[in-house]
């Protein structure tokens, strides 16, 4: 393949279309400008390896945002970004690293065309994010929905409210859905420790409180789940429903272990671990968001936050305490989950009287993840509407 094939060929690798469909303008007008850029730049420097083709359109989205003045060529490469993988919270937060090193003015500019690049494609605006501040420290919810029921979703360990992201949209049509950061996570990183399953349970009631919010139906995955049920055992009254995702009942031996590892080996050390329990080896290999956004959290993570909250994981005391809950409880189990297993979760499901025990196909411990339409389905077949 010569050089100026290789151009072609990058140009449709990158951009989705061939050079003569997109650029049949530029040639018309110019065809030795349109040679240039097919065969010098796509054919040359863009068509190497060292990045991969999301890398390239993220950094060529980022130089184009500091540049200014080009936001017809702006617009382009945002709407290549997304078709590599690159996902709006990302676009976003590129534009607020430009306001930091190109200035306001320019960055502005390029949340502009970014954000109607995703409107473009249907992508909603960010969730609105509410300050609360509770007993001991401050944390950050998400809201998404005007109306309806109030759901309430907490996140697994070592991530924050974004985990919940791929189904917002999903979950609030008819309903008041809210994500909020559980202490030692994001916000709420660096709150008091040590704690206890109990003292998470009530951080959610206190995130209730500052919403004015007297009962909810309460989402929870893995660690999630296990404060979701600490919840309804200390306060069923104020529980509507139970939605149990990718869980325990009960601690596992091996928290403690967990809990020292990232005190003396650090958080880089709890990557491997933690990835290969919570996504399939297709997932890893494609590295969508999902895995990027879990592996920057754990590698961001504190060792004191992360063994806090792992040790309160251990104080999780709750199997046989929900005999007469008496609500609505969905236990939601991932085939191929080899944390929570489907063993572990049909047996939480016999122990509550009533409960609906579903297993979604194909589906790993980090359920909304990697397998958000399936995960968003079940919660809307269960969750109630106005």
Sequence with gaps: MNRYARGESEFKG??????GQTLAEVRRRSPQLYDAVVEGAFGGTLSQAEFDRAGRELATVAVLAALGGAEPQLAVHTRAALDHGIVAS???ALCEHVSVYAGFPRALNALRVVDEVLAEAGIARP???????????????????????????????????????????????????????????????GSPTPFTMADTANDLFGVLDALKIERAHLV???YGGGIVQAAAVRRPDRVASLALLSTTDYPFDAFESRARSGETDGMRAQVVPSLTRWFTPEALAVG?????????????????????????FIS???????????????VLAGERDVSTTPEIMSGIARRIPGATYQELPGTPHMQTLEQPERVAAALSDFLPQS
């Design 288 to 312: 969508g968001w999902g895995v990027r956004y879990a592996r920057e959290r754990v590698l961001r993570g504190n060792p004191r936050d992360w063994a806090a909250a792992w040790r309160s």
């Design 14 to 19: 990158l951009m989705g279309s061939s050079p």
């Design 220 to 222: 929870g995955l893995s």
């Design 90 to 92: 990302e676009l976003r």
């Design 127 to 189: 969730a609105e994010l509410r300050r609360v501040q509770l007993r001991d420290h401050e944390t950050v919810v998400a809201e998404r929905g005007d109306s309806g029921p109030a759901v309430v979703l907490v996140h697994a360990l070592g991530l924050d409210w974004r985990m919940w992201e791929p189904v917002l949209d999903q979950l609030a049509d008819g309903r008041r859905v809210y994500a909020y950061d559980v202490r030692g996570h994001g916000w709420a990183a």
């Design 316 to 330: 999780l005391d709750v199997q046989g305490k929900l005999a007469d809950f008496g609500g609505p409880t969905l």
